[in-house]
């Protein structure tokens, strides 16, 4: 909901720190992969109860999201590079669920299964819209420069940040805030579904 509000505020720090990488010799898919291993520590963090530094690697992990696009986009954009991007974003966000339930399967483990429920029906009609927009050359840049047709929904990437963010910040509160934002995920997953479906009743085969 709010990354295309922000967009214009991280993309020139991003874009300055992304051509500096790229003249440096640093490639887009080097820094994807680096905030991947990132991300996977962040999760083994938080699965041993290390929330706080589990916190710090959630953010490097999205730091390193913004910036190998930058990099992209100041030396040459590739399709791996944009698949990478996707699909390890995806393996992140199920990561952190997914820990949290490890850390503490009692009171975690059920809120966990609902946010990641969510994200798959989020994630699905994100993607399969995609699809479906590339076979019939719809395009945007609502959100800013992408490999893929992103629609927008309820719960964005700046949402999500913001909830990992927050769940290792107050660890105990995980399972509130789960629920809570597997609910918004619901409705957005929904809203995304609908609003496929109208621009493919509009410009579909």
Known sequence: MFDARLRPLIDPPLNRAGL?????????????????????GAALAIALGHS?????????????????????????????????????DFFFYSAIPLAFAVQNPEANALAAAALL???????????????????????????????????GGLAEGTETIALFLLMALLPGWFPVLAWGFAAV?????????LIGVQALLIHGD
């Open 185 to 193: 995920c619901f409705v957005s997953a929904g809203a995304r579904v």
């Open 20 to 40: 500096i990488l790229a003249r440096a010799g640093v490639g887009a898919n080097t820094v994807t992969l680096v905030g991947f291993v990132l991300g996977l």
């Open 52 to 88: 706080l530094p589990g916190l710090v690697l959630i953010a490097l992990n999205r730091l390193a999201d913004g910036l190998d696009g930058a990099v992209a986009r100041a030396s040459r954009k590739t399709d791996l590079g944009g698949y990478l991007d996707i699909t390890l």
């Open 117 to 151: 429920a969510s994200f798959y029906a989020n994630g699905s009609a994100f993607l399969a819209f995609a699809i479906m927009a590339e076979k019939n050359r719809l395009t945007t840049a609502a959100q800013g420069s992408k490999s893929l047709y992103y629609i």
